[in-house]
């Protein structure tokens, strides 16, 4: 399974930028999708996640709001729009898979997931 993320790049406090994660080889039926990001000197954390098999998803509250994760089965592609951005959101952002047959995606952890893309970076900067 190889999972490409893409969308990342240098946007302007307010702005927006959506990213996409796309998997070769597999389809995202019977998956959950996360999207993760890690800044400099900070841990990698979970900033939306979404069952394919369901297409619920959950955001924290420190992006709930402003990000919205979709998924296009069809495509093999996960989607996060990032609206509203700030300096603070700057880092990079992960897709990872976990394979499950849950209609929710909110109690999987960090350590659940097991395939992950190789991270595009945002940065949120005037």
């Known amino acids: 399974v190889q999972l490409q993320a893409s969308g990342g790049g240098l946007v302007q406090p307010g702005g927006s930028l959506k990213l996409s994660c796309a998997a070769s080889s597999l389809p995202f039926a019977n998956y959950v999708v996360g999207w993760f990001r890690q800044a400099p000197g900070k841990e990698r954390d979970l900033v939306s996640c979404i069952s394919m098999n369901s297409g619920s998803n959950y955001s924290p509250d420190s992006v709930k709001g402003r990000f919205t994760i979709s998924g296009d089965s069809a495509k093999n592609t996960v989607y996060l729009q990032m609206n509203s951005l700030k300096p603070e959101d700057t880092a990079v952002y992960y897709c990872?898979?976990?394979?499950?047959?849950?209609?929710?995606?909110?109690?999987?952890?960090?350590?659940?997931?097991?395939?992950w893309g190789q991270g595009t970076l945002v940065t949120v900067s005037s």
């Open positions: 990872a898979l976990v394979k499950s047959f849950s209609l929710y995606c909110s109690s999987y952890e960090l350590g659940d997931y097991h395939f």
